[in-house]
Structures are given as C-alpha cells and as structure tokens.
C-alpha cells in the first residue's frame, strides 16, 4: 500500500518562502510520476507542478513558474515543493500525488492519480 504524508505547511507572510515535502512509504518514488496540487476553500483541486517517472523533466502551473521548484530525494523516497514569492491567494491545502502504474510524460490531472496524501495547510498572510 502506497502512502504519502506531506509535511512543512504553515503560516508565511506574502512574499515569503516554505518548502513542503512528501515522505512516501510502500514503494520507491522513482520510476512514478509524482506531483504537488493545492486546494483553496471552494475551489476545485488545482495541479501545481510535477517530476516525471525519470526525474529528468518537471512542469507546472503557469501561476508558479519561476516561483516554484519541485524535487525528489529518490534515495530518501521523498519529493519536495519549494515554493517561494508566495502571494495570499495562495493559501490552501497542498497535496503530494501519484499514480498506480508508470507513466511516462506529464501527467497533471487530478484524476490520473491514484495515491495522495492527507495535505499540508499553507496560509499566506497580506
């Protein structure tokens, strides 16, 4: 059984920094897509940014480019979102996902993904 817990949320000024991390336990990262999404108060789940099965390549939302960076940590088994320039209406619950099988290329809807973890609240103050 897959699990992912995501950890490092938490209050942060507009324009301020976190980094967030996914710790997955049940099978290694490596070779699965794995990506962070955000959900506000209301508002649908929204994909944020992806690593690809190899590692190799990363995409993201057009409202992080430049502002976000995700990696992984294959050895750890972990992946991390940090998030910098952080705006206020950013605030939400943050979720690491992956897929059930591998997949190559990027992959950005919700609905391809199998496993995510139980959020991270992040809350950026104006």
């Known amino acids: 059984q897959v699990q992912l817990v995501e950890s490092g949320g938490g209050l942060v000024q507009a324009g301020g920094s976190l980094r967030l991390s996914c710790s997955a336990s049940g099978r290694t990262i490596s070779g699965y897509p794995m990506a962070w999404f955000r959900q506000a108060p209301g508002k649908e789940r929204e994909f944020v940014a992806v690593?690809?099965?190899?590692?190799?390549?990363?995409d993201y939302a057009d409202s992080v480019k430049g502002r976000f960076t995700i990696s992984r940590d294959s050895a750890k088994n972990q992946v991390f979102l940090h998030m910098s320039s952080l705006k206020p209406e950013e605030t939400a619950v943050y979720y690491c996902?992956?897929?059930?099988?591998?997949?190559?290329?990027?992959?950005?809807?919700?609905?391809?993904?199998?496993?995510w973890g139980q959020g991270t609240q992040v809350t950026v103050s104006s």
């Open positions: 996902a992956t897929t059930r099988y591998t997949i190559v290329g990027v992959v950005t809807l919700p609905h391809r993904y199998d496993y």
């Open positions: 690593i690809t099965r190899s590692g190799s390549t990363t």
